[in-house]
């Protein structure tokens, strides 16, 4: 008998979707809704918990940026969907696994590490970078145990002109009673009500013009009661360059200099806390008091186009040395290596072709293997972005896959894979079992007052998942 074709109802195509963020959710969306294609999805996490950065990244009082998760609750509710969290790619289970379990790969694996800056003094104590920070008050397992001197720190730098930058500066400002409602780590609050910062500078390496956040996010800051934003008269001017750059940029760069240029006006306020958002200033060297940060040197810089026109810092050889206690390093984000997966070491992302990974040495196609997201594209773009860079990556999975036949599965075809994992004793988290747990914390919020109370350990999370399944069998 004829094979019958691959993605059809008698052979449904098998999906392994690695990670479980934005871009693993909008893949795995984009499958099902995809015309007449039968597919199962099984996604994988690291951690037992899903939603990636929305759990671990978004700021804890961006509540509605974190309320997207209720389409990412639909999209899992869909028949075809499996859940395991608490397997790791590389340690539990390797390429070759899925390989023998799936039809496609897609990896949805993010950027888990944060870009160097290469100057001296960057591993001095109190020089952190923005991606331990934003895991540590998010509750993540892997930061939870970070330790950051708030309570003895007056001045913060943080370093990069990002909405990163902006999340930390916000978090270190913000009075602590304004997060006690939020789903931050019960251990950051309190470390952040015994904070003494007074002062946060965001150190960009360009002017205003080429600031990298949102004006949504810069005037919130503003808005933020007890702190005011400080510009110089002087940085808040935009160089010849800039401004015949900025006609042709979009209306956001425009409406952060009509910001940055107004906040320069209002002058230095008189609120306990501020941020002082510098420009043109790089940072060439941390330097320390012992093994501590207690400075950073930076050197002025004047902007001059590159060959498209766009305007990049050079510096003037004028240095500053700035008095800071702590330092935080917002200059983006970074992928990490998987074994057995091709790796662009230079951009830090998973070599492709619109998602189709490539082989890193000659280029040449692997098959069954797609990327989504920041794993694809590097660490740009909101949330949102995912969506459409997901449609991408399965249209091209869906045209491999066009006039395929296969085999048709063996009627315990779904069970393979639970059954290797609980040969290997990998004790995995089902879509039941997180939905428990995230009921678990909202209702422990709830009776403290908050939206949600984390488990911050991979070792608590598991004990509550096993508890919680012994009610129900
Ligand atoms: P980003 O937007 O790429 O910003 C990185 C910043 O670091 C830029 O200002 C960049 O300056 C600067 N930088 C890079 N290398 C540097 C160096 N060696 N010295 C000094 N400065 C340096 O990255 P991000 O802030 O990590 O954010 C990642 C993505 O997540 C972005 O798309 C962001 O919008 C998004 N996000 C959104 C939200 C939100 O909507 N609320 C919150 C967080 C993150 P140059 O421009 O000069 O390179």
Request: aromatic share 6%; glycine share 10%.
């Amino acid at each position: 008998m004829a094979e019958p074709a691959l993605g059809d109802a008698q052979r449904p195509l098998r999906v392994a979707i690695v990670g479980s963020g934005p871009s693993a959710f909008y893949a795995a969306e984009a499958l099902f809704k995809a015309d007449g294609s039968n597919v199962r999805v099984d996604m994988f996490d690291r951690l037992p918990t899903p939603y990636g950065l929305v759990r671990g990244g978004v700021a804890p009082d961006h509540q509605k940026i974190k309320s997207v998760v209720k389409v990412y609750e639909k999209i899992s509710a869909n028949e075809g969907f499996r859940f395991f969290g608490n397997v790791k790619l590389g340690r539990d289970i390797a390429v070759t696994d899925l390989q023998a379990h799936y039809d496609q790969i897609v990896y949805a694996v993010g950027n888990e590490s944060d870009r160097k800056m290469g100057v001296d003094g960057e591993d001095l104590e109190g020089v952190h970078s923005a991606t331990e920070f934003v895991g540590w008050y998010n509750g993540h397992p892997d930061y939870r145990d970070l330790e950051f001197k708030l309570a003895t720190a007056q001045r913060v730098a943080v370093v990069g002109n990002g909405n990163v930058a902006i999340d930390v500066a916000r978090i270190l400002v913000r009075k602590p009673d304004e997060l006690a409602e939020t789903d931050i780590a019960d251990y950051a609050l309190s470390q952040l009500r015994a904070s003494s910062v007074e002062e946060v500078m965001l150190l960009g390496r360009r002017g205003p013009a080429q600031a990298a956040f949102s004006p949504k996010e810069i005037q919130e800051l503003a808005d933020l009661d007890g702190v005011d934003v400080v510009v110089s008269t002087d940085e808040a001017q935009l160089d010849e360059l800039s401004a015949t750059w900025l006609e042709d940029q979009p209306r956001s760069a425009k409406r952060n200099v009509e910001f940055l240029q107004e906040q320069a006006g209002e002058g230095a306020g008189s609120n306990a806390r501020r941020v002082v958002c510098r420009f043109l200033v790089s940072p060439t060297e941390f330097g320390g008091d012992g093994s501590a940060v207690s400075s950073v040197k930076v050197e002025r810089g004047e902007l001059h186009a590159d060959s498209r026109g766009t305007p990049r810092p050079k510096g003037t050889g004028e240095f500053e040395d700035l008095d800071v206690q702590l330092v935080f390093k917002a200059v983006g984000y970074r992928g990490v290596p998987i074994e057995g997966v091709p790796f662009d070491d230079g951009w830090g992302v998973i070599p492709n072709d619109e998602g189709r990974v490539l082989d890193a040495r000659d280029g040449n196609r692997v098959d069954g293997q797609y990327v989504v997201g920041w794993a694809k594209r590097g660490p740009t773009g909101l949330i949102g972005t995912n969506s459409p860079d997901a449609k991408e990556t399965v249209a091209r999975m869906l045209e491999d896959i066009a006039g395929k036949t296969a085999a048709a599965l063996a009627a315990d075809d779904a069970d393979a894979m639970p059954s290797l994992l609980a040969e290997r004793g990998v004790e995995f988290v089902t879509l039941e079992d997180w939905q428990r747990l995230d009921a678990f914390e909202r209702d422990q919020g709830q009776k403290a007052g908050k939206v949600r109370a984390k488990l911050t350990s991979i070792d608590e999370m598991m004990k509550v998942v096993r508890d919680l399944r012994s009610t129900v069998s």
